[in-house]
């Protein structure tokens, strides 16, 4: 079974700071996801990443993938209010059925 | 822009009750599926359908579990006797390459009494 950690569960921060979100696993993953889900609703795609060692940017939003595929992580610049949410990390396989392995999720609080 | 939607948003039901989640993915999208996230824990895979079959269940997809894509749009996952342990946010998704971009639906909130 493929487990992913995230860490930390909840994170509460000035406006302004910047942040780090951990993904980890002892599991080679084909690709990895990240997610943001607001209170009743589903998960909203924010990056996919695929390669050993790969880094996105996605504004103030920086993803990197590990080199052993195993691990993967999330970093805010200067956050803002608006980034106040629940951020999942997910984790694909390499199975046929396409099955995402999902983290537990970290909670952001950005306080003005 | 496409988006997956679901109905209904709510559906409360006594145990032992058979319910059908529904939902509309994303027109060309060729692969979909439904995951749960019980309160409070994580989002959880049950099943992915990939050309009229299913491709992957997990072991919450037993026997009283089924998914049907009745035409070219819906897709529907059924549960025959529901128990109070089924009470959870049920997500639809879909994809038009494999687990590289999932779409989530907005979810059904399941309530069994």
């Known amino acids: 079974t493929q487990l992913l950690e995230q860490s930390p569960q909840f994170l509460s921060i000035q406006e302004g700071e910047n942040l780090t979100v951990y993904c980890n696993s002892s599991?080679?993953?084909?690709?990895l996801q990240w997610y943001r889900q607001e209170p009743g609703e589903g998960p909203v795609l924010l990056v996919t990443?695929?390669?050993?060692?790969e880094v996105k940017k996605l504004k103030r939003l920086t993803f990197q993938f590990g080199d052993a595929r195993k691990d993967s992580s999330l970093h805010i610049t200067a956050a803002q209010p608006g980034d106040t949410g629940l951020y999942l990390c997910a984790g694909a396989g390499n199975n046929a059925g396409n099955m995402l392995t999902f983290g537990g999720g970290t909670r952001l609080m950005v306080k003005p | 822009e496409p988006e997956v939607t679901q109905t209904p948003s709510h559906q409360v039901t006594q145990m032992g009750q058979e319910v059908i989640l529904r939902c509309v993915p994303i027109s060309n999208h060729l692969y979909f599926y439904w995951y749960r996230q019980i309160l409070g824990q994580k989002v959880e895979f049950l099943v992915s359908?990939?050309?009229?079959?299913?491709?992957?269940k997990s072991e919450i997809f037993d026997d009283q579990f089924s998914v049907e894509r009745p035409d070219g749009s819906n897709f529907t996952l059924k549960i025959r006797s529901t128990k109070l342990e089924d009470s959870a946010m049920y997500f639809c998704a879909s994809s038009i390459a494999g687990a590289l971009t999932l779409y989530f639906g907005p979810g059904t909130r399941l309530t069994v009494t």
């Open positions: 359908f990939y050309n009229n079959e299913i491709s992957e």
């Open positions: 990443v695929v390669t050993g060692g």
């Open positions: 599991s080679v993953f084909s690709s």
